[in-house]
């Protein structure tokens, strides 16, 4: 996975990084029932837009991804906002290697566990359960199943909630309101799942 990451980067495709702020994350930090900032991990991070948007709102936040480019333009971006974001070159299916202490509030994926192999994301659930604290919440982005070439294969509802086991507890999944996918990605249906955690 790794891999093809770098190398979209490399070539410039990257349309993931061409997103609006997702109005689901907008309404988690802003919105009438908006959760107090805390500490946020953003997995998968990329160039760093959600991340400085949260430390922007007075997050405490780790961006985890294991594009170097993608990092280096991450932490100009925190920079040239004027915020603090620790940015961290590491694999998001090995979180345990990062040094990280549990108590996170808020995970946020817009785009990564839906790329993984099985394994992959049982490693992945089992990262993130180890780092939740007692109130903590997951807001995860993924188009449904399917085959699209070098596109993440998806995942559904019941694969997320396979996935992060009775840890967590699926609160919701809905469409995504705003998002500017290529051609090839229109049939998707790119989908915010909400976790809390049980």
Known sequence: MGTSYRLAYLLGFTPWEDQPLPPE???????????PPGRALDLGCGRGAHAVYLASHGWKVTGVDLVPTALAQARRRAAEAGVEVQFLDGDVTRLDALGLSPGYDLFLDAGCFHGLSDPERAAYAQGVTALR??????LLFAFKPGWRGPAPRG????DVASAFGRSWRLVRSEP????KLPLPLRNADPTWHLLEAA
């Open 133 to 138: 604290g007692a109130r903590t919440v997951m």
């Open 155 to 158: 995942a559904s509802a019941e």
């Open 25 to 35: 994350l907008l309404a988690l930090v802003e919105g009438p029932r908006a959760r």
């Open 176 to 179: 995504a309101r705003e998002s």
